[in-house]
């Protein structure tokens, strides 16, 4: 999330930094951001894929807004797919 963010030599840097998603400078603090999510959201669900990866990862409800608290969720890959920025050509034209 934080190299997402941060890292300019992210390949994945283009969709999250480059845009201006940030994390919240209390998260740079790994017991903080676990303390956060617990309390917040709760443990992440359990749930493995066919292919044995893990079912949920943390989301952003807000898909422009920042990793911060009140702003994120345990999502599936589907979930997290419908939740995207997508670019103008793609979305229809009644939204």
Request: hydrophobic share 30%.
């Amino acid at each position: 999330m934080i190299a997402r963010c941060e890292d300019e030599n992210l390949r994945a840097y283009h969709f999250y930094g480059a845009k201006g998603i940030r994390v919240c400078e209390r998260w740079h603090d790994f017991a903080t951001f676990a303390g956060d999510i617990e309390s917040g959201i709760g443990l992440r669900p359990e749930g493995k894929t066919i292919t044995g990866h893990t079912l949920y990862s943390l989301d952003r409800i807000d898909s422009k807004g920042d990793y911060e608290p009140g702003n994120v969720q345990w999502s599936t890959w589907l979930q997290q797919a419908a939740n995207r920025s997508r670019p103008w050509y793609w979305k229809r034209k009644d939204q």
